[in-house]
């Protein structure tokens, strides 16, 4: 028997309301489980393994890395030739060209290469770019390079550089943007006459990109269409991997022109 715990009147143990007050008593009253003393010492194994085994684990995958690159110690090491082989981790990262010369005494070289074909870059317009570095050096010294060149060139332009090649030049590809944000309408979603020559100024004078602009122009009764629909993959032509595409972003639209080719001279 047990007792309701609103009136205090003894109700059987399997009832489900009180049948003095009618207080519904399934809720209320929870057998409780006796701990299972195999799942107890399950638990203590797991906790275990967790504050001890696996900080030594990770105390020797830090000192095996530490034979091929000693990066947190600070001291400068020769950057190794590329081994042909597959890699099968990653041994560092840097975000500035300067954590990257200082951690190898030999990648001088690589590296007032790289500063050199930037600056050809930022000739190329009267811009101030904001710079972003990803170097990821492998296992193989296979060395992964990344690096993002952007522009704000006015309230509705924006021009971005993206530089992708490794080491071994297996590939170098660069890929650049004009994103144009704003538009209210499908005619403000297109680039001026001298917009386009901002975009040329960066890809030369290559056919791909007109003829993106000029295949969209088309496509107007598509768009009003689609216009309230328009996400993130928004409408738009492909050439390869070059595109022009509208988006929607709340209640307006913007534009973004890609050119992507692949380059012959490595920066590095």
Not at 50 to 74: A, H, K, M
Not at 91 to 114: E, G, Y
Not at 145 to 163: A, G, H, K, P
Request: glycine letters at 6%; a negative charge.
């Amino acid at each position: 028997m047990k007792k309701c715990p609103r009136c205090g009147f003894e109700v059987k143990d399997d009832e489900k309301y009180c049948p003095h007050c009618g207080l519904d008593l399934q809720d209320r009253y929870r057998p409780i489980k006796q701990k299972n003393k195999a799942m107890n010492y399950l638990l203590y194994v797991i906790i275990f393994f967790s504050f001890i085994i696996i900080p030594l684990l990770y105390s020797r995958i830090l000192s095996e890395v530490g034979d091929g690159l000693t990066q947190t110690t600070g001291q400068a090491v020769e950057l190794k030739e590329v081994v042909n082989e597959t890699p099968t981790s990653l041994l560092a990262s840097f975000d500035t060209l300067a954590d990257f010369k200082n951690q190898f005494t030999n990648v001088d070289q690589m590296v007032n290469s790289i500063t050199e074909k930037e600056n050809e870059i930022f000739a190329k317009g009267a811009y101030s770019f904001d710079k972003s570095y990803n170097i990821q050096v492998l296992d193989n010294y296979n060395i992964l390079y990344r690096f993002i060149y952007t522009v704000q060139i006015n309230d509705q332009l924006s021009l971005q550089i993206e530089r992708k090649y490794d080491r071994s030049h297996t590939y170098n590809t660069e890929i650049i943007s004009l994103k144009k944000t704003g538009a209210k309408n499908f005619d403000g979603l297109f680039l001026t006459d001298e917009e386009k020559a901002i975009m040329k100024q960066y890809t030369g004078e290559e056919k791909v990109t007109d003829q993106l602009i000029d295949e969209f122009s088309k496509r107007q009764d598509e768009f009003e269409t689609k216009k309230k629909t328009l996400g993130h993959y928004g409408m738009g032509n492909y050439e390869g991997q070059s595109s022009f595409v509208a988006h929607r972003k709340g209640e307006s639209y913007y534009s973004e022109l890609k050119y992507t080719h692949e380059l012959n001279d490595y920066m590095s």
